[in-house]
């Protein structure tokens, strides 16, 4: 039985909301957390909803960039220029321009794939399609769990290779406690908020 996100779309899911909730934002009125908390808790058809539109307002965000990025890689080849503050040649350069377009790319396609999970999930809302709820709130309880897992070793690394030239403010202590802590935390919560979804849902089916 396969779940209902894929393991590729789970995986992606949190750096998918970190990477575009900020650019989101503005459009969405969605955080980062409050995305990471509406996935876990997501009961009507609204809520999939905003989450499809958060998605696919990061996919377009995404394959602009892909196009910026294609764009100033051709102009390297096009017009290198040598006294670029850029560092390596024009080669190099658009060679870099041509990663950051394939990211883009990729990550535009992430998003548009979760966007369609959501539509998916509203639908099973409609429907009252509980089995298939039981597994997406398994699904976002698993990835939950392996990122505060992450960020949980993060902050222990943070205490016991203290990095004074990181560009993560304050001290490795304030980092650990302030940062990776406090997301590892809320990142509990919202793992056991889905897995409670999950198991109301699975009762739900059962009962039906």
């Known amino acids: 039985m396969t779940t209902f996100l894929s ?3 789970v995986l992606a899911f949190g750096a998918l909301t970190l990477v575009g909730s900020v650019a989101a934002a503005a459009d969405q009125k969605l955080t980062t957390q409050q995305v990471t908390t509406l996935a876990a808790t997501a009961t009507t058809q609204a809520d999939h909803a905003t989450l499809q539109q958060h998605f696919l307002a990061i ?7 892909a196009a910026k990025h294609a ?9 290198p220029n040598p006294g670029s503050h850029f560092p390596g040649s024009a080669a190099l350069r658009a060679k870099h ?8 790319r990729e990550a535009a396609k992430e998003a548009r794939t979760a966007a369609s999970k ?3 999930a509203a639908t099973a809302v409609a429907q009252a399609n509980h089995l298939t709820l039981q597994r997406y709130f398994a699904a976002i ?4 769990d392996a990122e505060a897992a992450m960020h949980a070793d993060m902050a222990q690394a943070e205490r016991k290779n203290a990095n004074r030239g990181s560009h993560f403010p304050g001290n490795a202590a304030l980092r650990a406690q302030q940062h990776c802590e406090r997301l590892s935390a809320s990142l509990r919560d919202a793992a056991t908020q889905a897995r409670e979804q999950a198991t109301a849902h699975a009762q739900m089916a059962t009962a039906n």
Do not use: G, K, V
């Open 7 to 9: 393991s590729r779309i």
């Open 59 to 65: 996919a377009a965000q995404n394959e602009a960039a």
């Open 71 to 79: 764009a100033m890689a051709q102009a390297e080849r096009d017009n």
């Open 97 to 104: 321009c041509d990663r950051l377009a394939e990211w883009n």
């Open 118 to 120: 959501h539509a998916q």
């Open 141 to 144: 309880a698993a990835q939950y």
